[in-house]
């Protein structure tokens, strides 16, 4: 729950190959860290990247995307579970563009951070 770009990815393939299930909710996280855990961890079955800040590449000016394009679309249907959610209207989406990416937990309802989690990952 913080900032996601390449150099992040490019650790979560090296130490996590074998990776299954991750969650990068209310996260910042950059289109091509996003293609490249997408291409890179082909064991992956389960992605949540709900309420993210997707940031396009440069030179693109580093403002969140309002709709996540078919390209990923693509890339993610190999997926058993792809959670999605960039809503203007989404109470979650609009804290996590207040918050700027990094989710202030602290400031919320207890047990918000479970809402819309991957089900083996909200305990």
């Known amino acids: 729950m913080g900032p996601c770009d390449f150099s992040f990815a490019y650790n979560l393939v090296k130490l996590l190959p074998n990776l299954k299930v991750l969650s990068l909710r ?4 950059s289109k091509e860290a996003l293609i490249f855990i997408l291409d890179k961890l082909p064991n992956l079955e389960v992605l949540n990247i709900s309420h993210c800040l997707l940031i396009p590449p440069p030179p693109a000016p580093r403002k969140a995307l309002k709709e996540i394009d078919g390209f990923i679309l693509e890339k993610a249907s190999r997926l058993r579970e792809f959670l999605t959610c960039i809503d203007d209207s989404c109470v979650m989406c609009q804290r996590a563009r207040s918050d700027e990416g990094l989710m202030r937990w602290y400031r919320y309802e207890e047990g ?3 809402t819309d989690e991957v089900r083996s990952l909200a305990l």
């Open 26 to 29: 209310c996260s910042t996280i």
């Open 112 to 114: 918000l951070w479970k």
